[in-house]
């Protein structure tokens, strides 16, 4: 198998299915290291006329740093690795190399990393980001039930530079 360049506009992907349900890793590289993180929220759209990707991150998260530390992230799409994705979104690479644990091996797509075992891969190159912000929520409820650390999301709208389809 092998990442092959394709036009995004072609490939077969539903991302409410792709993101909620198989989830998705995010990636970057920083100094040389790759950090890699299982997620299953955010969105694939057009904003300032560019395709694009939105991700959300947790400033607690190890992988935050990496994509803060970069000009580009990943979102590599799987079929299956359940098992694999759930280790990637319990462990932090800070903690230890979760990577190589769950057997999977890096690629790199235009300098930018991603996994032999993913299914597509999308370069993003960051184009914003923004924290969510308590006193925006329409409905107070739910800031109260997925942030009652306070730890809220980061958001970066990514431009989609490269798909890429692992054939
Ligand atoms: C199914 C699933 C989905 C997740 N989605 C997100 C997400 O969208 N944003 C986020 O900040 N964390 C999310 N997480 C949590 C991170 O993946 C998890 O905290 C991970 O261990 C962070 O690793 P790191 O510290 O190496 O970055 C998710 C975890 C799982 C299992």
């Known amino acids: 198998m092998a990442y092959q360049k394709v036009d995004v506009k072609e490939i077969p992907v539903n991302p409410f299915r792709e993101i909620g349900e ?24 057009v904003i300032w006329g560019k395709n694009a990707v ?5 400033p607690q998260r190890y992988t935050k740093q990496f994509v803060d530390g970069s000009e580009y992230f990943t979102v590599t799409l799987f079929n299956g690795y359940r098992q694999e994705l759930g280790v990637l979104g319990t462990k932090s690479g800070r903690d230890g190399d979760k990577i190589g644990e769950v057997g ?25 980001s923004d924290l969510i912000k308590e006193d925006r929520f329409y409905d107070g409820r739910i800031a109260e039930s997925v942030y009652p650390g306070k730890d809220f999301h980061e958001m970066y709208i990514g431009e989609i530079v490269g798909a890429y389809r692992n054939v």
Request: net charge positive; hydrophobic share 40%; with cysteine.
């Open 22 to 45: 198989h989830w998705v890793l995010i990636s970057a590289k920083k100094d040389g290291k790759v950090n890699t993180m299982t997620a299953s929220w955010g969105a694939m759209g």
């Open 54 to 58: 939105t991700v959300y991150i947790r």
């Open 104 to 128: 999977f091996q890096i690629e790199e797509v235009e300098g930018q990393p991603t996994f032999r075992q993913g299914t597509y891969v999308l370069v993003c190159r960051k184009m914003y």
